[in-house]
């Protein structure tokens, strides 16, 4: 229970436009976690039906066994449509329901029932429309989640997390952090690898950016760049929008001591 009185649940989730979206950009963050006792999900906002490769059900099982690997203890899919992720999905339902139907709700209730203290969500440029679209929709259930008189089914109590995290997808943002995700980074590749569907490179396959030759060198040469930013192997770039606050600056950088960068000093 947080000082403000808040009871939470799960330590982080993440929310991801399909399944594989969370391994391949933030997968260490969650692994890192995991490998420090918290326990951490992942919401799926739909089942990425209309990929170019694979089934519905050879995607859920790699999903699953991706699961596996990070150690998940949640791990939910809202079969929202995919390719039509929009925070305004399901307002065509009849007056009465409209509300409680839409996207917005559903993913509002996820977070009323799961309570996490940490959200993390897609940041919002990217070049897929579904990434952009799921920033969006989850921003808005962020801010509707903590409104009492905002309705679910079932019904949930009003709820606000510690922290919303955004992770750039392949985007390059400025990140507000850095979270040295090299200790971890064995495990992030096994779980990206479990979407064999997508991401490796087969004869006769349509051709995708994330089933390219270079895709899964590209993923690796961006956490490297973004982890020697400060000064480590592998990093993940993530946004804040709020002002952090520190109480003792002293101990936060004692426990957070990283090297000097040894490329890309910031800009003066």
């Known amino acids: 229970?947080?000082?403000?009185?808040?009871?939470?649940?799960?330590?982080?989730?993440?929310?991801?436009?399909?399944?594989?979206?969370?391994?391949?950009?933030?997968?260490?963050?969650?692994?890192?976690?995991?490998?420090?006792?918290?326990?951490?999900?992942?919401?799926?906002?739909?089942?990425?039906?209309?990929?170019?490769?694979?089934?519905?059900?050879?995607?859920?099982?790699?999903?699953?066994?991706?699961?596996?690997?990070?150690?998940?203890?949640?791990?939910?899919?809202?079969?929202?449509?995919?390719?039509?992720?929009?925070?305004?999905?399901?307002?065509?339902?009849?007056?009465a329901e409209r509300v409680r139907a839409s996207a917005v709700a559903r993913v509002v209730e996820v977070l009323r029932r799961?309570?996490?203290?940490?959200?993390?969500?897609?940041?919002?440029?990217?070049?897929?429309?579904?990434?952009?679209?799921?920033?969006?929709?989850?921003?808005?259930?962020?801010?509707?989640?903590?409104?009492?008189?905002?309705?679910?089914?079932?019904p949930g109590a009003a709820f606000t997390p510690r922290q919303v995290l955004y992770y750039p997808l392949r985007h390059l943002a400025e990140p507000s952090f850095v979270v040295d995700v090299s200790s971890v980074y064995e495990t992030k590749t096994a779980a990206v690898r479990c979407y064999a569907s997508q991401v490796e490179p087969r004869p006769g396959a349509p051709a995708t950016l994330v089933g390219s030759p270079l895709s899964l060198s590209s993923l690796e040469a961006r956490d490297r760049f973004y982890g020697a930013q400060v000064g480590v192997a592998h990093g993940e770039p993530y946004v804040v929008r709020e002002t952090l606050g520190l109480v003792d600056p002293v101990e936060h950088f004692r426990r957070n001591s990283f090297e000097k960068p040894l490329f890309f000093p910031h800009r003066r």
């Open 1 to 95: 229970m947080s000082a403000s009185g808040a009871t939470y649940g799960l330590e982080a989730l993440a929310f991801g436009p399909h399944p594989d979206d969370v391994e391949l950009f933030c997968g260490g963050l969650m692994a890192r976690l995991a490998s420090q006792g918290h326990r951490t999900g992942i919401i799926d906002l739909s089942r990425g039906e209309k990929s170019s490769r694979g089934t519905l059900e050879s995607r859920a099982e790699e999903t699953q066994a991706a699961s596996r690997v990070l150690g998940l203890a949640v791990r939910e899919n809202l079969e929202l449509p995919d390719g039509w992720l929009s925070p305004w999905a399901g307002f065509e339902a009849p007056e």
């Open 114 to 154: 799961l309570r996490p203290e940490l959200v993390i969500v897609p940041w919002e440029e990217e070049r897929h429309p579904d990434h952009e679209a799921t920033s969006a929709l989850v921003t808005r259930a962020l801010f509707f989640s903590g409104v009492r008189k905002f309705e679910t089914e079932p």
